[in-house]
């Protein structure tokens, strides 16, 4: 697929505590087929050594701020970039190496419209048989409306607002029922775009064990009500 007059792109990297797959995440980022303009590392109150690795790829702008949860960094992410479009990564998920470029060519210049693509999920090789006889890995592709399968011009997410930081979990599934309720078309792609490492201590599978969706389900319908729409 050629490339014409590329859209600048931004990446942004919610990172905790992230440093064991960190670099892996930035590699599949570089390795795109399509140019991203910047990688940007929001390092959400970490312990470990995800400074150390983001500061040694020379393209990352790396930026430390206090512990305030995964809505926190990617809001962060958002005000800093500059480009025309933004895309979100797991800081433990890789990309195909082509989820850019079929991303942008599928979006074409719509601003207003949301492109995300399927999901494969896979164990991370790192864990022992026996940890991973534990967890649950669907073994086909599905369709993810993801912070991590999403591009978006940053016009069209701004517009949407920013992500709700009072949500502890589903505070992308929040996003993007604003954005649906606001009129913004989606495409979903046939491609997988996205590979999701399940390792037993992802974000949604600990926070899952205190929070539930509740919270956003609940605003969900009292936003639509409060519109005349149906739940």
Same mark, same amino acid.
């Given at each position: 697929m050629s490339i014409n007059a590329p859209v600048t792109t931004t990446v942004v990297i919610p990172a905790y505590n992230a440093g064991k797959f960190l670099a892996e995440a930035i590699d599949s980022v570089l390795g795109q087929t399509y140019p991203v303009t910047d990688i940007i590392v929001v390092d959400d109150g970490s312990s470990d050594d995800t400074q150390v690795v983001a500061r040694s790829f020379p393209r990352v702008t790396y930026v430390h701020q206090s512990n305030g949860g995964v809505a926190s960094a990617l809001n962060h992410g958002v005000r800093l970039t500059k480009t025309e479009a933004i895309a979100f990564?797991?800081?433990d998920d890789v990309w195909k190496a082509d989820k850019l470029e079929r991303?942008?060519?599928?979006?074409?210049g719509q601003k207003n419209t949301l492109v995300f693509?399927?999901?494969?999920?896979?164990?991370?090789?790192?864990?022992s048989p026996e /940890? +991973?006889?534990t967890l649950v890995c669907p073994p086909d592709p599905m369709p993810a409306f993801s912070a991590g399968t999403l591009l978006a011009s940053l016009e069209c997410l701004r517009a949407v607002g920013p992500f709700n930081e009072s949500f502890h979990?589903?505070?992308f599934m929040d996003w993007y029922g604003r954005a649906k309720d606001a009129g913004v078309d989606t495409i979903m792609l046939a491609e997988? /775009? +996205?590979?999701r490492?399940?390792?037993?201590?992802?974000?949604s599978t600990k926070t899952l064990k205190t929070k539930s969706y509740a919270p956003v389900l609940k605003a969900l319908i009292e936003?639509?009500?409060a519109q005349g729409q149906k739940p």
């Open positions: 990564l797991s800081a991303q942008h060519n599928a979006q074409a693509g399927h999901m494969q999920q896979f164990i991370s090789p790192d864990i /940890v +991973s006889a979990v589903g505070e997988t /775009v +996205s590979m490492r399940v390792h037993g201590a992802n974000h936003r639509r009500r």
